[in-house]
C-alpha cells in the first residue's frame, strides 16, 4: 500500500510501510548509520608507491576494519562513496595510462569498493583527470558527448550507483550521469510496544562535485560539458526526489565549506547546499579534512551555524572522512515515526570521523582480502615504477620547503623551464626574446600526515621518484605575464603564511593550514630573488622583488612554466584563467621531468637542488615563530643552507606524529 505524504522541509523523511503492507505505528524507532568513505584517491593498499615501502596510516584495507566494526554496531547501515577515487597514485596511472584497462576488466579501486559493498557513490573532480572516455568507459557509464563515441560498448563498472547531478553534456543538455538515485532498504525498528518490526525505506542519493573541473580539466571538458552551482542543482532535483518517493536525502558532495559569498562556480559550496529545504543529511569531501573536529582551527568551520563539535552544518547533520581511507565517517541517524513521517531526532544523532589510528599510535588491522583482490595490479605497478631513469647525489624532499627548502622543487622547475625554451624555439619564434621562469609547489606536505612528504633518497633515481616529486597527472602549460602580474603571482602564494606580530611573545603558528600547499608556487632561478615579509598583511608581502640584480619593472613581460591547473585557474590566482596561456603541451608534467632527468643523467645539489629564489624578510620576534614538519630531520634543513630551522619537540601534541620546529626569522 502507497500513502500520499507531505514533502515537509528539513528533517522530516516521507512516510513507511512494514514489511508486508502494514503502516508504521506512530512511536516507532529505528537508527540508521550512514558510513562515508571520500578522497580515497586509488589507496586501496596500506602501501606507499612513491617510496616503495609500506604505510599503515593509508588504504582501504586498513577502513575495510572500521566498516566491519561500524556495521556490527549498526545494523541498519548503508556506505557511500564521496568521490576522487580514482586517480592519487601509481596504481591509478598505470591503469589509466600505462596499461589501460580493458572494457571487460574492473579498476582495482572498485573491486575494492565493490568488496566492501558500496551502496552508491557520487564523483569528485579528479575523476575527470584522465578524460571523458576514460571516466565513461570504467564507470560502465556512457556519457552523451563528444569525444566518447557514440557506439562505445558499455563496459565493466561498478556494483553500485553513480550519481552527479551538476554537471551535463553540452550535446544533450542533460546530466553526465544520473542526477541521483534512490535506494529502498529494509530497516530493523522498534515499535512503541517496544517489539521489533522491519519497516521500508527509501533514500534517495544526489551528487555534487566542484565546478572547477572545468578550468582544472579544460583539455577534456571544453566544449563537452557544463556545470551548475550545487544549490540551484539541488533545488531543481531535491522535489522530484521527493516526489519520487525519497524518505532520505543524502547529499553526497565532493566539496567542503567556505563562508564566501555563494557563487554557482564556488568550489566548496556547502554551507550554502546546506540551506536548500529537503537536504538531510550532508557527506562531505575535497578539502582532505576531518569533519566534526572540535579542535580545528579552521576558520570555515567556525562560520555561523557550523557545528564542529557535533557535526552539523544549519543543522544539517554533516561529515567529511579526511582522505586516503585514513577515516570512516560514521552518522548515526536516530529516526522516530509520528504517524506520517520519520523525523530525524538530532538530539540524539552522532556524527564522528573514526581514524583508523588508534589510542595506542597504532592502526587498525588491514582486512586480508584485499591484498590477494588486486594481488596482479599491485605487483605489475611495483614492476612499472620501478624503471630506472637516472641518478642524485642529494636527497630531495618537501619537509622544509615551506622554509626554503628548494631540493625537490628546482628539479621540476629545471625540467619545465628547459621545456618551454625548447618549445619557444621550435614553435614561437615570436616569443624568443621573453626570460622563461618557473614555479612549481610541493604537493606533498604533511596534509595527510608526517609521511605524506616528498622524500626522495641519494642515489638511483626511478620512475617512483618522478612520480613522489610530480605527484599529479598534470599537463605543462606555460603563461604570458608581466612583471605585476608574476607579482601577484607571488603575493597569492605567500598567503601560505600567518600574518606574525614581532612583537608578540606568545608562540606563533607561521604556516596558514587552510591555505594548501600545492598552492605555494615557488620559482627558483638565480636571476629572479625576493622576499617575503610575513609581518605584513596579505597582499604586501612580497618585498625586494629583482630579476638579475634590478628591480623589477612591472611591464616586463615573461614566460612562466607551470601546469594546466594553474594557469586554467586553479586556486584563484590572480588573472590566472586560460586567457594568458602561450603553451598548452600535451605532455605530462611528469613525462617532462622525467625526459629532463634522463637527460641530464645525474642529478647534483650543486646545479639542481641550491637556487632559492626567496628567503622570508628578516625580522626580530619576541616570541617563538614554529611549524610542523615530519620528527628529526634538523638535519636535512641544514643541508639545505635553512640555519635559523631548530626541533623544539620531537612531539608536537597533535596526535598525528608531528614534530614542532621553531624558526629564527632573524637570520
Known amino acids: 500500500m502507497r500513502y500520499a505524504c507531505l514533502a515537509l522541509p528539513f528533517l522530516l523523511i ?216 550545487v544549490r540551484e542543482t539541488a533545488q531543481k532535483y531535491i522535489p522530484r526526489m521527493r516526489a519520487e518517493g525519497a524518505d532520505l536525502i543524502v547529499a553526497v558532495s565532493h ?112 582486512d586480508p582480502a584485499f591484498a590477494s583482490l588486486i594481488a596482479a595490479e599491485h605487483a605489475a605497478t611495483i614492476r612499472y615504477v620501478q624503471t630506472p631513469v637516472g641518478s642524485s647525489d642529494f636527497r630531495m624532499t618537501t619537509y622544509f620547503a615551506d622554509v626554503g627548502d628548494v631540493s625537490a622543487l628546482e628539479p621540476v622547475n629545471q625540467a619545465q623551464t628547459a621545456y618551454v625554451r625548447d618549445y619557444v624555439k621550435a614553435n614561437l619564434p615570436q616569443y624568443a626574446n621573453l626570460p622563461v621562469l618557473s614555479v612549481t609547489a610541493p604537493f606533498k606536505s604533511g596534509a595527510a600526515g608526517p609521511a605524506d612528504y616528498t622524500d626522495v633518497k641519494p642515489g638511483p633515481l626511478a620512475l617512483n621518484n618522478a612520480a613522489d616529486l610530480y605527484l599529479y597527472p598534470n599537463e605543462l602549460h606555460a603563461v604570458k605575464v608581466s612583471g605585476a602580474q608574476l607579482k601577484a603571482w607571488l603575493e597569492k602564494a605567500a598567503e601560505r603564511f600567518n600574518r606574525i606580530d614581532p612583537a608578540s611573545s606568545a608562540r606563533q603558528e607561521l604556516v596558514d593550514s587552510a591555505f594548501y600547499g600545492f598552492n605555494f608556487d615557488a620559482p627558483t632561478d638565480a636571476d629572479l630573488n625576493y622576499r617575503i615579509d610575513v609581518t605584513q598583511p596579505a597582499g604586501q608581502r612580497i618585498v625586494d622583488l629583482h630579476y638579475k640584480g634590478a628591480a623589477l619593472s612591472p611591464s616586463q613581460e615573461f614566460l612562466v612554466a607551470t601546469n594546466n591547473y594553474r594557469a586554467s585557474g586553479g586556486g584563484n590566482f590572480p588573472g590566472l584563467d586560460g586567457s594568458k596561456t602561450v603553451i598548452a603541451s600535451p605532455d605530462a608534467s611528469r613525462d617532462v621531468l622525467i625526459a629532463y632527468v634522463r637527460k641530464a643523467g645525474r642529478l647534483t645539489r650543486a646545479r639542481n637542488g641550491a637556487a632559492r629564489s626567496w628567503r622570508f624578510a628578516p625580522v626580530r620576534v619576541e616570541g617563538q615563530v614554529v611549524f610542523h614538519s615530519a620528527p628529526n630531520m634538523t638535519e636535512l634543513a641544514r643541508d639545505a643552507g635553512l640555519s635559523g630551522v631548530t626541533q623544539l619537540n620531537e612531539d608536537d601534541g597533535g596526535g598525528k606524529g608531528f614534530a614542532l620546529y621553531a624558526i629564527d626569522l632573524s637570520k
Open 14 to 229: 516521507g512516510c513507511s510501510t512494514l514489511a508486508g503492507g502494514g503502516a508504521t505505528p506512530s512511536g516507532a524507532e529505528a537508527t540508521l548509520a550512514l558510513l562515508e568513505t571520500t578522497d580515497l584517491h586509488a589507496n586501496v593498499l596500506s602501501f606507499d608507491y612513491y617510496k616503495l615501502k609500506d604505510d599503515p596510516s593509508i588504504g582501504i584495507e586498513r577502513t575495510a576494519t572500521l566498516i566491519k566494526q561500524a556495521r556490527a554496531e549498526y545494523p541498519n547501515n548503508l556506505l557511500f562513496d564521496n568521490g576522487d577515487a580514482l586517480q592519487g597514485t601509481a596504481l591509478a596511472d598505470y591503469q589509466a595510462l600505462v596499461r589501460p584497462v580493458a572494457c571487460g576488466e574492473t579498476l582495482a579501486i572498485y573491486k575494492a569498493m565493490n568488496q566492501l559493498k558500496v551502496d552508491g557513490a557520487s564523483v569528485g573532480n579528479h575523476e575527470f583527470n584522465y578524460g571523458l572516455a576514460y571516466l565513461s568507459q570504467v564507470t560502465g557509464s556512457h556519457f552523451d558527448v563528444d569525444g566518447v563515441p557514440a557506439d562505445a560498448p558499455r563496459c565493466a563498472g561498478p556494483d553500485f550507483p553513480i550519481v552527479l547531478a551538476n554537471i551535463y553534456s553540452a550535446k544533450t543538455k542533460q546530466p553526465l550521469f544520473a542526477p541521483y538515485h534512490i535506494l529502498t532498504r529494509q530497516i530493523g525498528a522498534t515499535g512503541p510496544d517496544g517489539k521489533p518490526l522491519n519497516a521500508t525505506i527509501r533514500i534517495g542519493i544526489i551528487g555534487f562535485t566542484p565546478p572547477g573541473i572545468l578550468s582544472w580539466d579544460k583539455r577534456w571538458l571544453q566544449g563537452k560539458v557544463y556545470a551548475e552551482g
Open 255 to 366: 566539496g567542503g565549506l567556505s563562508g564566501e559569498p555563494y557563487d554557482p562556480g564556488m568550489e566548496d559550496g556547502n554551507y550554502y547546499l546546506a540551506e536548500v529545504p529537503g537536504v538531510d543529511v550532508l557527506l562531505m569531501g575535497h578539502q582532505h579534512l576531518v569533519f566534526p573536529n572540535p579542535a580545528s582551527s579552521n576558520p570555515n568551520f567556525n562560520l555561523p551555524r557550523v557545528d564542529k563539535t557535533r557535526g552539523a552544518v544549519r543543522g544539517v547533520p554533516a561529515v567529511m572522512a579526511n582522505l586516503w581511507g585514513k577515516n570512516l565517517g560514521v552518522i548515526g541517524l536516530r529516526l522516530k515515526y509520528d504517524g506520517q513521517h520519520w523525523r530525524i531526532d538530532k538530539a540524539r544523532t552522532t556524527v564522528e570521523a573514526r581514524s583508523s589510528k588508534q589510542s595506542d599510535g597504532g592502526y587498525v588491522a588491514a
